[in-house]
Nanobody, 129 residues
């Protein structure tokens, strides 16, 4: 049974940093794409970043490029999202999700939440003074 558990959310001041973790069980990261999505109150869920568990291919949505870094630890079945220079507009519930796919190249199409069947419960990130 595929399960994903997020951790690492919290309250941080603008300009601060947080690292989110997504721990997978019931499958290995190899052969899957793990993505981070976020959903702010009153807004649709949107893609933030993803990483291929097979070859490390990554992709970031424009608003987080240069600030967020996604990484994987296949031995621990974990994916991390290092978030730096956080802004109030980054406030949202962050979800990780898994899609069974071996990526050969990156592209924005893989940030479509409809492609992902397995989701974690989410972790709240609040950026505020």
């Amino acid at each position: 049974q595929v399960q994903l558990v997020e951790s690492g959310g919290g309250l941080v001041q603008p300009g601060g940093s947080l690292t989110l973790s997504c721990t997978a069980s019931g499958f290995t990261l190899d052969g899957y794409v793990i993505a981070w999505f976020r959903q702010a109150p009153g807004k649709e869920r949107s893609g933030v970043s993803y990483i291929s568990g097979s070859n490390g291919i990554t992709y970031y949505t424009d608003s987080v490029k240069g600030r967020f870094t996604i990484s994987r630890d296949n031995a621990k079945s974990a994916v991390h999202l290092q978030m730096n220079d956080l802004k109030p507009e980054d406030t949202a519930v962050y979800y990780c999700a898994a899609m069974r796919l071996v990526l050969v190249r990156s592209g924005p199409m893989y940030l479509n939440p409809k492609l992902y069947r397995s989701w974690g419960q989410g972790t709240q990130v609040t950026v505020s003074l």
